[in-house]
């Protein structure tokens, strides 16, 4: 288990790190050709259809963007807790954030499906629609989480990991495409929702890293408060007063191999 704690700490950060990057590297490179494209392939849609397509991308950020990335970063303070009613909330809490984050991914795939061409002839058609069976299958494993001490336990929790990792950056990163997309299709700008979207995956990535350091920071104040003596507290002992009599009267003890040679 505390391997699969380390992996995770390595992998989520670096995933953060590249998400970032990719959408920094597509912004600019789609600013050059965006305005050649938009020109010569505009895209005559009507309002319905365009408010259809921007409620999907709503509610595809809505769950894979926000609520899904939140619930994994609850169920990490689940790693400093003792067993309690704190643990039980918790856990509660991410499944009920996980549980929504599945309900409004699978009603934006079925308003996908119903009302849009969905020839999966781009990238973001393709990862949507295996995101769509990615999440139903980690909802799945979730629902059947072994009890503690179970020799499954371990091998259901690397599996649940790794999934639910995967599902949530590829997620991410296929919110870019789907802004592209959304760009494409009606010929607007998107790059203050890159923008924003970029900024609450720096914002998120900040809080994951966070929390491997507040266990650490806990422990550094506990050890300070223990170390830390106020002079009110301090209990200094009465001097000895010891005497010219005492000094010189009291015979040197040397405690080595010479002594009873000194003592005779």
Request: glycine share 6%; net charge positive; aromatic share 14%.
């Amino acid at each position: 288990m505390p391997i699969f704690q380390k992996l995770s700490s390595f992998t989520m950060p670096a995933c953060f790190a590249l998400l970032v990057f990719l959408s920094f590297v597509g912004c600019s490179s789609h600013e050059f050709s965006s305005h050649k494209r938009i020109n010569n392939n505009v895209h005559k849609l009507s309002p319905q259809m365009t408010f259809d397509i921007a409620f999907h991308g709503v509610l595809l950020w809505a769950s894979m963007g926000f609520l899904m990335p939140i619930g994994v970063l609850i169920i990490r303070m689940c790693n400093r807790e003792e067993y309690g009613r704190k643990v039980k909330v918790i856990f509660y809490v991410h499944v009920t954030l996980q549980v929504l984050s599945v309900v409004l991914a699978t009603v934006g795939g079925v308003m996908s499906i119903k009302n849009f061409e969905n020839s999966f002839n781009n990238y973001h058609q393709r990862i949507g629609l295996a995101l769509y069976g990615a999440i139903w299958v980690q909802a799945l494993i979730g629902f059947c989480r072994p009890g503690r001490g179970s020799k499954r336990r371990s091998v259901w929790y690397f599996v649940h990991w790794i999934l639910g990792t995967t599902v949530c950056i590829v997620g991410m990163i296929n919110i870019y495409t789907g802004l592209e997309a959304y760009q494409k299709k009606t010929s607007r700008s998107i790059r203050v929702w890159t923008v924003v979207f970029t900024a609450e995956v720096c914002l998120m990535a900040f809080l994951y890293l966070f929390q491997d350091k507040w266990e650490y920071m806990q422990k550094q104040r506990v050890f300070m408060g223990n170390e830390t003596v106020t002079p009110s507290d301090q209990v200094i002992p009465p001097p000895r007063e010891y005497s010219l009599k005492e000094v010189f009267t009291e015979p040197c003890m040397k405690k080595n191999a010479l002594m009873n040679h000194f003592m005779d």
